[in-house]
C-alpha cells in the first residue's frame, strides 16, 4: 500500500468537506493501493500534529471530531479531547512544516483564503514535498514567486483555483503540452456574477437582482466582494500565467461594477444596498437594451488574449456558449490556433463553486500526485 502523507492549511467549508471526502473514499483508494494519511491539519490560530508524523497519522475519528469541532466554531486546540496529537498556534506551525519536510515528503494541501501561506509552500517545495492549492492568494502574489512556486510544476497542482472542481486548468495544460497555441480564453468565472447578469436580461432591475443574489447566499458577505471584479481577476491571472503570459495584478484592467464612491471605505454596507445600488441600474438597463439591439447579450467576463487581460462587463453573442450561459454556472471558451478555431472552442461548463465540488478537485489533484510517492 502507497501511503501519502497530508497536510491540510485552512479548514472552513471546503477543509472540511476534504478530509470528510478522504475518509468517504477509504476503499476506492484502497483498491488503487493508495492510503491518504492526514498526519497534520491547521486553521487561523492554531494546529494539530499527529504524535509520530513519520509513522501514523489521525485515526477516521480524529478527523471526524476535528471536523465536528471545527464546524461548532471552535478553534483546532479543541481537538485534543478526541485522541492524543500535539497542538500550538498556527505561526510555530509554519516553522514545524520545514523541520517536517526534512523528512517526510508529503502533500501541503492549502484550503485558506490567506495570501500568508506562500512562503511555506515554496518552502516545503524547494525540499522536495507537493503542494496542492484551492486558495488563489499565492499563485496572484508577484511574478517572482509564482515561478518560485512552479520550479518544480510535477509537484504542485491548482485545478480548484479556477472554476472549483472543473477541468479549466487540466485542459489548459492538456493543450499547452500538445503543442497547440491558445488564442484567447474568455470565462464567466464568477457564479455570483453570471446568476446577476443572467437574470437582469429577464429584465429585473440590477439593484433588485443583487439583493435577492444575497439573501439565497449567492454573494460574499458584502457584495461588493463579488461586484467589484477582483476574485474573476485573480482567476484570470493564474490562467494567464499559466500560458506563460507575465503579468502582475496590477497589469490587470478591471471593471468594477460598482464607483469608487460606492466602495466599502466610503460607504456603509448598509447605505449601498439602500442608496447605492439603485443608482447602479439605468446604466446597465441601458446597455443590455444596446446589447439587444446588436443581437447580443451583456456577460461580466474575463479574455485573456496572447498578451493581455480584461475583466469586465461585455457583450457577447446570444448564441455562444457564454451568451447562452443561465444561472449560475461557470463557463469556459478556449481558442486555440490547431484544434478549437472560431466556430468551434472547447466548452468547459458547470458550478464553479461550492465546498463539494472544490474539494473533489483538490481530491483528485492529491491523487494526481500519487506517482511521486513510493
Ligand atoms: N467555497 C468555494 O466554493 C471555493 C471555490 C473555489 C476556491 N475556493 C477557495 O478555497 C479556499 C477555502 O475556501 P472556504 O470556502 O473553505 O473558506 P473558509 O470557509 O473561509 O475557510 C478558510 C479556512 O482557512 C483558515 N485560515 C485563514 N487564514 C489562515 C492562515 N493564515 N493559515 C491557515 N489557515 C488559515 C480559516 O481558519 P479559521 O477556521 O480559524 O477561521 C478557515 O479554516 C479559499 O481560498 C477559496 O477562495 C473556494
Ligand atoms: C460550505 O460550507 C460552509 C461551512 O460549513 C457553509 O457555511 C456553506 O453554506 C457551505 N456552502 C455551500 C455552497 O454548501
Ligand atoms: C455535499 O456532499 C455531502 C456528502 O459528503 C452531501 O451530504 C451533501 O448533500 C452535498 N452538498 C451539496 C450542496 O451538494
Redesign the pocket.
Known amino acids: 500500500m502507497k501511503n501519502i502523507p497530508v497536510i491540510l492549511m485552512g479548514c472552513g467549508g471546503v477543509g472540511r468537506?476534504l478530509l470528510?471526502?478522504i475518509i468517504?473514499c477509504r476503499t476506492l483508494h484502497a483498491n488503487m493501493g493508495i492510503h491518504l494519511r492526514v498526519v497534520g491539519v491547521c486553521d487561523s490560530t492554531s494546529y494539530v500534529l499527529a504524535p509520530d508524523v513519520i509513522l501514523a497519522g489521525f485515526d477516521d475519528n480524529f478527523l471526524k471530531g476535528l471536523c465536528q469541532i471545527k464546524s461548532d466554531g471552535l478553534p483546532l486546540r479543541n481537538c485534543m479531547e478526541h485522541g492524543t496529537c500535539e497542538s500550538g498556534s498556527s505561526s510555530e506551525f509554519m516553522t514545524k512544516l520545514t523541520d517536517i519536510a526534512a523528512h517526510l515528503h508529503f502533500v501541503l494541501v492549502d484550503c485558506s483564503a490567506s495570501s500568508e501561506t506562500t512562503k511555506v509552500i515554496i518552502e516545503v517545495l524547494h525540499l522536495g514535498c507537493c503542494a496542492v492549492l484551492a486558495n488563489k492568494k499565492p499563485l496572484t502574489g508577484s511574478l517572482e514567486e509564482f515561478d518560485k512556486l512552479f520550479l518544480h510544476p510535477r509537484r504542485i497542482r491548482h485545478e480548484s483555483t479556477v472554476g472549483a472542481g472543473l477541468p479549466i486548468i487540466a485542459s489548459t495544460n492538456r493543450i499547452l503540452s500538445s503543442g497547440d497555441t491558445i488564442v484567447s480564453s474568455l470565462g464567466s468565472l464568477s457564479g455570483t456574477l453570471g446568476y446577476v447578469m443572467s437574470e437582469v436580461e429577464n429584465g429585473k432591475p440590477f439593484s433588485e437582482v443583487v439583493k435577492t443574489a444575497k439573501e439565497l447566499g449567492y454573494t460574499e458577505p458584502d457584495p461588493r466582494d463579488d461586484l467589484s471584479g477582483m476574485d474573476v481577476a485573480r482567476k484570470a491571472l493564474i490562467l494567464a500565467r499559466l500560458r506563460g503570459i507575465r503579468l502582475e495584478m496590477k497589469d490587470i484592467k478591471i471593471y468594477s461594477l460598482f464607483p469608487d464612491k460606492m466602495g466599502p471605505d466610503a460607504m456603509s454596507l448598509e447605505d449601498f444596498l439602500k442608496n447605492g445600488l439603485p443608482m447602479l441600474d439605468d446604466d446597465i438597463e441601458e446597455r443590455i437594451k444596446k446589447a439587444s439591439s446588436n443581437k447580443n447579450v451583456l456577460r461580466y467576463v474575463c479574455i485573456i488574449d496572447t498578451k493581455d487581460i480584461s475583466v469586465s462587463l461585455m457583450e457577447r453573442p446570444k448564441d455562444s456558449a457564454l451568451g447562452r450561459l443561465k444561472g449560475s454556472d461557470n463557463v469556459v471558451e478556449i481558442y486555440t490556433e490547431q484544434c478549437y478555431s472560431d466556430k468551434q472552442p472547447l466548452v468547459i461548463q458547470g458550478p464553479g463553486a461550492?465546498?463539494?465540488t472544490t474539494a473533489a478537485g483538490v481530491l483528485a489533484d492529491i491523487l494526481d500526485l500519487q506517482d511521486l510517492f513510493s
Open positions: 468537506q470528510q471526502q468517504s461550492g465546498n463539494n
